[in-house]
C-alpha cells in the first residue's frame, strides 16, 4: 500500500508527526489557530537557466546565500519549531547547493522535496522524499521557454537517476509542469514523454505579475476545456496524475484572492523563506523585499495552495464538502 509516495511502514513510524498535523488541523478547524503545515525554503540565489515565465528573476536582488551553519539555524528555529511536515526545497537552482540539500534531508528524512529543472545530475539520497523534475511541454516548446538543450540535460539526467539507482528509483521522480498559453497543448505530450520515467506528474498553472501577462492562460472556454481533458485523462492514466479534482476544478476560474491580495488562499498554511531565511510575502513565489513585485492572486494558478484549498483549507476559514 502506498499513499502520495509514502509506504505503510513508514506511515506508521511517522505517526507521531500525524498527530503534530491532526492537532494543527482541529486548532484551525475549531479555533482558527494558523500554524504552518508545510515548508519552502530557497536555498540558493542563484540559477543556470533564465525561463521565460519564472517569478523568481521579477525579484532577484544580488545578496550572499547562506553557509550551511546558517541554514541549521533556520532549520531548527523555524521549520523545526513550528513542527511542519514536507518542505520543498526551490530557488533559483537547488542543485547548485548539494550541502544544504543533504542538510535538509538528513534533518527531515522522507520529508523533503526538491524542484530542480533537472540539468545537473540528480544525485541518489537514501532519504529524500522525491524530486520535481520541472518539465514545460514537449522538447521544443521546453527549449523555447527554458533555453536551448535544456531538455536533453533534463532528460539524460532523470533516465541516468532512473537507469542506475536500482529498480524502484522511478518512484523517487514527480514531473511538474506549469501550464501557460505557450504549452497548455502539449499536457499529453508530457504525459506520454515522462510516464516511463516517473512515479506522479503534477499540474499547476502560471501565476502572472502583471496584468495582461501574455503567458497567462485566461480563464474561459480554451482553459476550462483544457481542465476538463486532465481531469478525463486522470481515467486513462490511473493515479499518474495527482492533482485531486476538486483542485483542478478550482483553475476554471479565480480561486485564491483579488488582484495582488490573497483571500481564500490559505497563505499561513506554507512557512516560506527565502535565499537569506526571510519570510517570503503573500507565499512562496512572493518575497520578502518591502517593494517587491507581487503576484496576482486573480489570476493564480500555483498548485501547492490550491491544493488545500481544494481539500476546504482555506484562508478565512474550514468548508466542509
Ligand atoms: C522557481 S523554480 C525553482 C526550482 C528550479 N529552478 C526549477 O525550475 O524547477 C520552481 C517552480 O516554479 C515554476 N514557476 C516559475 N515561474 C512560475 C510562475 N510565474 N507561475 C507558476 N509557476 C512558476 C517553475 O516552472 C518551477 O517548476
Ligand atoms: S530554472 Fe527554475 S529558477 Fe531558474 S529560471 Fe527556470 S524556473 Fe526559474
Ligand atoms: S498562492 Fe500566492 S499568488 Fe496565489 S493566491 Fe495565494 S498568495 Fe496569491
Not at 498527530?19 to 536555498?43: E, M, Q, T, V, W
Not at 522511478?170 to 520515467?197: A, F, G, L, P
Not at 478550482?250 to 480561486?255: E, I, Y
Request: net charge neutral; charged share 25%.
Amino acid at each position: 500500500m502506498e499513499i502520495m509516495g509514502r509506504g505503510l511502514r513508514q506511515i506508521i513510524s511517522e505517526s507521531p508527526l500525524y498527530f503534530h498535523i491532526g492537532l494543527k488541523y482541529a486548532g484551525y478547524k475549531f479555533f482558527n489557530r494558523k500554524s504552518p503545515l508545510y515548508g519552502s525554503a530557497d536555498i540558493i540565489n542563484v540559477c543556470n537557466l533564465h525561463c521565460e515565465h519564472c517569478y523568481w528573476w521579477l525579484n532577484r536582488k544580488e545578496n550572499e546565500d547562506l553557509t550551511l551553519e546558517q541554514w541549521k539555524k533556520i532549520i531548527d528555529e523555524k521549520f523545526k519549531k513550528q513542527h511542519v511536515f514536507i518542505i520543498t526545497l526551490v530557488g533559483g537552482e537547488p542543485m547548485l547547493r548539494p550541502d544544504v540539500v543533504e542538510l535538509f534531508v538528513k534533518e527531515f528524512p522522507k520529508r523533503i522535496c526538491v524542484v530542480t529543472n533537472g540539468t545537473f545530475p540528480i544525485p541518489s539520497l537514501k532519504d529524500i522524499y522525491f524530486y520535481w523534475i520541472s518539465i514545460d511541454g514537449t522538447e521544443e516548446i521546453h527549449n523555447e521557454i527554458r533555453g536551448q538543450d535544456a531538455w536533453a540535460k533534463t532528460r539524460k539526467n532523470v533516465i541516468d537517476y532512473v537507469e542506475n539507482n536500482g529498480e524502484k528509483a522511478w518512484k523517487d521522480i514527480w514531473i511538474t509542469m506549469t501550464i501557460n498559453s505557450r504549452n497548455y497543448m502539449t499536457v499529453r505530450n508530457v504525459i506520454e514523454d515522462w510516464q516511463d520515467y516517473s512515479n506522479k506528474i503534477g499540474f499547476q498553472f502560471h501565476t502572472p505579475f502583471m496584468k495582461g501577462d501574455p503567458l497567462w492562460l485566461p480563464f474561459g472556454e480554451k482553459r476550462t476545456k483544457l481542465v476538463d481533458e486532465i481531469i478525463a485523462m486522470k481515467q486513462e492514466y490511473g493515479d499518474y496524475i495527482i492533482n485531486p479534482n476538486s483542485q483542478l476544478e478550482l483553475m476554471k476560474k479565480s480561486w485564491g484572492g483579488k488582484d495582488i491580495v490573497p483571500v481564500d488562499c490559505p497563505t499561513w498554511a506554507i512557512l516560506s523563506v527565502d535565499h537569506m531565511g526571510r519570510e517570503k510575502m503573500p507565499c512562496c513565489i512572493g518575497s520578502a523585499e518591502k517593494n517587491s513585485l507581487k503576484p496576482r492572486c486573480e489570476e493564480c494558478g500555483l498548485g501547492c495552495y490550491s491544493v488545500l484549498v481544494g481539500y476546504g483549507i482555506k484562508g478565512s476559514g474550514i468548508i466542509s464538502h
